[in-house]
């Protein structure tokens, strides 16, 4: 498979974060989208940070679909989002009905035109010049974790290593997936896969 790796641009340390977004309701997604856009306008954002679960029900069917436009662009489109650049990661809605179509999602990434799209792999790591020094952004997969599907094992190795360096060389970092490791809400407590094979890196 292709990797979607480029360039990033050069940040700050203001940022939005969002997971669940791709809603199949435009009603809601654009309320959403109106409350983002107004703390932007207040606060100053240089980047949106995807949590997953970017498409409702499935992920899209090919790298041209139209859910791209229908559940992404058009729905985050304020005057202070549109340009703003997205790190994205998969949920298990990305992976729905598993044929694949994750990596429609990578992807996007090289399509000519498409600056704002990032997701170089289903795993990666990019660091970040900001006013506080070098922050390394670190995703992870969980759904390939909990399904065991492309290649986890090679991802629990990359995830180790990234912050085994990135500590050695006292950077700011900040490591994120979809399912949550710790949880009070309805997921309570948590996910097992992200506890046993994820958070023991974190301590």
Same mark, same amino acid.
């Given at each position: @498979? ?6 990033? =641009? ?6 939005? *974060?969002?997971?669940?977004? !791709?809603? $199949? #309701?435009? $009603?809601?997604? %654009?309320?959403?989208?109106?409350? @983002? ?26 790298? +041209?679909? &139209? ?20 790190? @994205?990661?998969?949920?298990?809605? %990305?992976?729905?009905?598993? &044929? ?9 990434? $090289? ?13 990666? /790591?990019?660091?970040?010049?900001? =006013? +506080? ?10 759904? +390939? +974790?909990?399904? /065991? @599907? ?15 360096? #990135?500590?050695? /060389? ?9 399912? =949550? ?7 309570? =407590? !948590?996910?097992? $896969? *992200? ?9």
């Amino acid at each position: @498979m292709k990797s979607g790796k480029r360039d990033v =641009p050069t940040f700050t340390n203001k940022f939005l *974060i969002i997971g669940d977004q !791709g809603s $199949t #309701s435009r $009603t809601a997604a %654009d309320r959403v989208a109106a409350q @983002m856009d107004a703390w932007a306008a207040e606060n100053g954002a240089d980047f949106i940070l995807s949590l997953g679960d970017n498409f409702y029900q499935d992920g899209p069917p090919s790298v +041209a679909s &139209e859910l791209f436009n229908e559940r992404w662009r058009d729905a985050y489109n304020g005057d202070n989002l549109k340009d703003l650049f997205w790190f @994205m990661s998969v949920g298990n809605h %990305d992976y729905y009905p598993y &044929e694949g179509y994750e990596w429609n999602e990578v992807a996007r990434t $090289t399509v000519p035109g498409e600056e704002r799209w990032y997701l170089p792999w289903l795993w990666y /790591n990019v660091t970040l010049d900001t =006013p +506080a020094g070098p922050l390394d952004l670190i995703i992870a997969d969980s759904q +390939a +974790a909990r399904k /065991n @599907m492309n290649d986890r094992s090679t991802m629990y190795e990359w995830f180790q290593e990234t912050l085994k360096w #990135s500590e050695e /060389n006292n950077r700011l970092k900040i490591a994120v997936s979809h399912h =949550p490791g710790r949880s009070a809400g309805n997921y309570y =407590p !948590g996910s097992g $896969t *992200i506890q046993n094979n994820f958070e023991p890196y974190l301590e």
